[in-house]
């Protein structure tokens, strides 16, 4: 009686093992057949798992639907996900590509999002955001000349869509970015002019405008600029910083501390504001920066005593010179 048990119960084992098996096998093949976008070189984001659990998305429409979505909700991984099965499910969906692109380009991703551009580019080569998303890369990795002719194109590709463009302000932002790098100033302002006539209250914009009349030593158009940065947005720190520095080169010390204290702290203000004097030959206002700096933070901020020395060797040696700044 016993044995017949151990029989009866080995034999419903076995069936039992033989079922799994068949329905691993069913299963491992089906998520080997619809999960290629989870072992996709366009994927890089965390164990797709979860997605995969999920009903994957039947038609390319669908799957960019969900993308989409995923993207405005932040879920980026989920979004790349979608992105890269809507590639699938059609090999000639340039948007699909497009948000691939995107999504690398903003993680840092930049081979990944370059791939993801030609791509795009060798199923149409008249994609305006693909052209613009290759500049965005070759300016990431300072090849300005690369990244110039991409812009370029976009620009002209873009207008012909929309001559409201989203991406057109960040586009001639960055040219005015690159001939700023050039110092052909009057271009820069330029390119710094049409992004501000799309986009009037763009603070990155307004900032890189006063940058490049701060360059030039145009401290009041610079003050307007950063001003106009900070009206839009009260609380962006590299027009405060800039706007600080601003006031530093005219003397204006008391004015550019504050400025400088709204994005970092009061010792690396003092030390900014030394820095300024000290390259301007303003030697003991730029000792008296820094010992400030140093007497407010002296246990941690090495980088204001060092430039204390460097100005007391400049004194020491020829107060009166600038050349050997």
């Not at 890269?84 to 930049?110: C, F």
Request: net charge neutral; with cysteine.
């Amino acid at each position: 009686m016993l044995k017949t048990t151990l029989q009866s119960g080995s034999t419903r084992l076995l069936a039992l093992s033989l079922c799994l098996l068949i329905l691993g096998g069913c299963a491992g093949n089906g998520t080997k057949e619809e999960s290629s976008a989870a072992q996709s070189d366009f994927y890089n984001g965390k164990a797709a798992l979860p997605f995969l659990a999920e009903q994957l998305a039947k038609t390319p429409e669908e799957a960019m639907v969900w993308a989409n979505n995923a993207l405005q909700s932040g879920d980026g991984d989920r979004a790349l996900f979608n992105y890269i099965r809507a590639y699938e499910l059609d090999e000639e969906h340039t948007a699909a590509l497009l948000g691939i692109g995107e999504i690398h380009y903003k993680r840092g991703n930049y081979a990944i999002s370059q791939k993801a551009y030609d791509r795009a580019l060798a199923i149409n080569p008249d994609l305006g955001e693909a052209h613009h998303g290759q500049g965005m890369i070759h300016l990431h990795r300072k090849a300005y000349s690369m990244a110039e002719e991409s812009l370029k194109k976009s620009i002209i590709l873009l207008l012909q869509e929309n001559q409201k463009h989203p991406l057109l302000v960040d586009t001639y932002n960055s040219l005015g970015i690159i001939s700023d790098l050039r110092s052909d100033f009057p271009l820069a302002m330029l390119y710094y002019k049409e992004a501000e006539q799309l986009d009037p209250r763009n603070p990155v914009v307004a900032n890189n405008l006063g940058y490049s009349h701060y360059m030039q030593e145009q401290w009041s158009s610079a003050e307007a600029a950063f001003s106009r940065a900070l009206k839009s947005n009260s609380k962006y720190s590299p027009a405060w910083r800039n706007l600080g520095l601003t006031y530093a080169r005219q003397q204006r010390y008391d004015e550019a501390l504050y400025a400088l204290e709204q994005a970092m702290s009061q010792h690396q203000a003092y030390n900014d504001i030394g820095y300024i004097c000290m390259i301007s030959g303003h030697y003991q206002d730029a000792a008296r920066f820094f010992r400030k700096a140093i007497d407010t933070n002296p246990k941690y901020y090495q980088v204001a005593q060092q430039n204390l020395t460097r100005v007391k060797r400049l004194l020491a040696s020829d107060p009166n010179t600038r050349s050997k700044l």
